[in-house]
């Protein structure tokens, strides 16, 4: 059995008494009556549009709905809720109440996390056209200077031609990077552009692009784009492989071709090339492979090349322009130029090694010269010899002399170098000293002997005679000429003295 009724139609605002008895099988029990008159009113509808108007720093998510607790009723349709805790999310609902009852809730809040106030973003700092074509225009911006105070939800962008006033959105749904292309443009018109930030607050203010941009396919010249961790120099071991991926744009798509520096691709090389990357890749290296690589692009807006350096880690290249001279009886000189190929590590030194007719080869000295001096060799024995480099990795292949050499003095003819000699004359007064000074070689050491017309010369306190291994220098004091008379004597005079040298069979001669 209820307790309660609902008593319906009512005339408003009219006061009532009511009286309630309660009635059994026995009949119906004396009344009892309210103690005061009702007004008839009814109760209030449910809160509509409950919004949210602020938030600081203080909420609390619990699961289960909590009555806000007043001192006094809440009059007003604005109500500042405390004591929350930050960075939690709230819903809120009201109920509305008066003498009747209490409404239905208000429809629940969009959740609302307590956090100090914000406001809506800054628009992007900078926007840049970053390509163009026929159809389409894409740009690139940075994010606004200021956020808010909350994170930025993503990006509107809107559109309109260069004529026009009226902006369109063009992307549906946020863009949430900061770069986007707008397509199905029409050919050669010219177009504005301007993005908005959104956050949790609502839209920032939009920021235009600086100027119009035409949809029109743009050319550009070839550019190279390698990240700042890509080596110019690579290095691989004997047997590795190397690639060299090289990222390129440019409009139209640049051609690119490879080519080894003084040198050809070995035919281990390949070659992949799309439209914007090309890749070399090296299989299986020697140290055939060391050397510099160039990549060249190129289309009808310019042109571009990089080059690159491979170094393979192998044994050194057999040593160059290997000869023998100064040989004499028990000693020879052998020289050479570097390989041309290091293996890409540097030479340490050289090992040469000698006795022919045998199959040992014997180590007969090393350096670290393009140069090494072979002695205490057997006279009249024939050596053949050899050298080789060395770095890290090992020796290289031997390069041999051309011929092999026998190990004896050399017979060269005496020759006299009289080119200092201004057509071989030297003149000087009477009483004056004069030197000559003379070049020679030959082979075994010549011997020098200096005569005046067919008369040795002897040294003497005007004449010195100075002989070393390949020079010889006479010096003579108080020159004179003398005169002949019938009685075959003669003064001297003050005249010019005339002195011709010249070689004669190794034998230096002068004539006055």
């Not at 809440?74 to 929350?84: F, Q």
């Not at 007969?364 to 050298?387: D, I, P, Q, S, W």
């Amino acid at each position: 059995m209820e307790t309660t009724y609902v008593i319906d139609e009512l005339s408003e605002k009219a006061s009532y008494f009511f009286r309630v008895s309660a009635e059994n099988e026995n009949g119906v029990g004396d009344p009892c009556n309210t103690a005061d008159c009702v007004k008839a009113t009814e109760k209030p509808g449910p809160i509509k549009d409950l919004a949210m108007k602020d938030s600081s720093k203080t909420s609390k998510k619990t699961g289960r709905w909590l009555k806000v607790l007043t001192r006094k009723p809440i009059v007003e349709a604005a109500h500042r809720v405390t004591h929350l805790t930050e960075d939690v999310e709230y819903e809120f609902r009201v109920y509305a109440v008066n003498d009747a009852g209490v409404s239905n809730p208000s429809n629940i809040s969009m959740p609302i996390k307590c956090a100090e106030p914000t406001e809506e973003p800054d628009g992007p700092s900078i926007i840049n056209v970053t390509d163009t074509t026929n159809t389409s225009v894409s740009l690139e911006w940075t994010r606004p200077g200021y956020d808010g105070g909350m994170e930025v939800q993503g990006y509107i962008i809107e559109m309109c031609k260069a004529t026009e006033e009226e902006w369109r959105r063009i992307n549906e749904d946020l863009c949430t990077v900061t770069k986007y292309t707008a397509t199905g443009l029409e050919t050669g018109a010219e177009y504005k552009f301007r993005i908005i930030a959104i956050n949790a607050i609502g839209k920032g203010k939009p920021k235009e692009i600086s100027e119009p941009v035409k949809a029109v396919d743009r050319l550009t010249a070839p550019e190279i784009e390698i990240d700042a961790s890509f080596q110019q120099t690579h290095i691989v071991k004997s047997g590795g492989s190397v690639c060299l991926r090289i990222a390129f744009k440019g409009k139209p798509a640049p051609s690119a071709s490879w080519v080894k520096v003084d040198g050809e691709l070995g035919v281990m090389a390949d070659v992949t090339t799309t439209e914007n990357v090309s890749c070399l890749t090296l299989e299986n290296c020697t140290r055939n492979d060391s050397g510099k690589y160039t990549l060249a692009l190129e289309n009808s807006s310019g042109s571009k090349s990089t080059t690159f350096t491979v170094k393979v880690l192998d044994t050194p290249g057999a040593p160059g322009a290997f000869k023998v001279k100064d040989v004499n009886r028990g000693a020879l000189t052998l020289t050479w130029e570097p390989p041309l190929n290091d293996g890409g590590a540097r030479v340490h030194h050289y090992l040469v090694e000698k006795p022919k007719g045998t199959d040992k080869w014997v180590v007969a000295g090393t350096t670290k010269n393009l140069t090494h001096t072979v002695e205490r060799l057997t006279e009249g024995t024939e050596y053949e010899f050899r050298v080789k480099a060395k770095n890290d990795a090992g020796f290289s292949e031997p390069k041999e002399a051309f011929s092999s050499v026998i190990v004896k003095e050399p017979r060269i003819e005496p020759t006299a170098d009289l080119s200092g000699i201004t057509n071989q004359l030297i003149t000087c007064k009477t009483g004056a000293s004069f030197e000559i000074d003379v070049p020679f070689s030959g082979r075994p050491a010549p011997k020098v002997t200096w005569k005046l017309e067919e008369m040795r010369l002897k040294e003497t306190d005007r004449v010195s005679i100075k002989t070393t291994k390949n020079r010889t220098t006479l010096a003579v004091k108080e020159s004179m000429v003398r005169a002949v008379n019938s009685r075959g004597m003669g003064e001297p005079k003050e005249t010019v003295t005339a002195v011709t040298v010249q070689e004669q069979r190794g034998t230096l001669q002068l004539f006055s």
